[in-house]
């Protein structure tokens, strides 16, 4: 009996830890092949400022508001959206900002208490920035890859891997098969009608545009439980080695 188990934990342990290990390795090549699309390492390291504005469409409780976002983020842990909307007649500006652990919000100029679980919401997409700077997929061990089906997206084949680790949701990140770029990125997130509930929650870019040689998407669809949420455009991209850390005050 003894001799059995042994014999088939042995087999257990060379048929599974081979492939456990080849398939971090193809997912970190997924990785490889993805920086190099939007830039390379250096590049993408060098250049960890973004400036953005951008407009669109949003859904608030059923109804379709045009807006405007002025946005400006420094890599690894600031960002900063500037929100503006007119809602029944009203003209509002949300100010959004993260800057590493501090997390603020301001509607109209006034500070807004935020729910512990928002503030939580609002770091982990700290930690998508993270992800989708993709180098930090290859440079930071805490990371946990695998490989997962591809999806299509708006008709094109993608390859997928899962990233993981200690303390960090699964985000399933997609790459166009033909080009390496990201094509969708797929999370749990929280419900912003502020319900407490997790929702699926989409993220569709594409339209790339390449600035000091890395390329940005253009456009952004987000989808929630599979329903379109937000969808917009840049207008302007300007990327930057280094955002003056003022910017990032309350």
């Not at 939007?38 to 953005?52: C, E, L, P, T």
């Not at 003209?91 to 939580?120: D, F, H």
Request: aromatic residues 6%; hydrophobic residues 40%.
């Amino acid at each position: 009996m003894r001799c059995t188990i042994l014999a088939v934990f042995v087999i257990s342990w060379v048929t599974n830890f081979p492939l456990t290990t080849a398939a971090a390795e193809d997912a970190k090549e997924i990785v490889k092949k993805a920086v190099a699309a939007h830039g390379g390492a250096d590049k993408i390291n060098k250049f960890k400022g973004v400036r953005s504005e951008s407009k669109g469409v949003i859904s608030i409780m059923g109804t379709d508001f045009e807006f405007t976002n002025q946005s400006v983020s420094q890599f690894p842990d600031k960002q900063k959206s500037t929100i503006q909307i007119e809602f029944m007649g009203n003209s509002i500006t949300v100010v959004q900002l993260v800057n590493g652990e501090r997390v603020s919000l301001t509607v109209n100029g006034m500070a807004q208490e935020i729910p512990e679980s928002q503030k939580t919401e609002l770091r982990e997409a700290i930690q998508l920035q993270k992800i989708m700077n993709l180098t930090s997929l290859l440079e930071d061990g805490r990371y946990e890859l695998k490989v997962i089906p591809g999806v299509k997206v708006d008709d094109r084949e993608t390859v997928g891997i899962a990233v993981g680790g200690k303390d960090l949701k699964e985000v399933k990140v997609f790459f166009d098969k033909q080009t390496y770029l990201v094509a969708k990125v797929e999370r749990k997130a929280l419900d912003p009608s502020l319900s407490g509930d997790e929702v699926n929650q989409e993220t569709i870019v594409s339209d790339y545009k390449e600035f000091n040689g890395v390329k940005k998407p253009m456009k952004t669809v987000i989808l929630l439980d599979g329903k379109k949420f937000m969808e917009a455009v840049n207008t302007k991209v300007e990327v930057v080695e280094k955002i003056d850390d003022k910017e990032f005050n309350d």
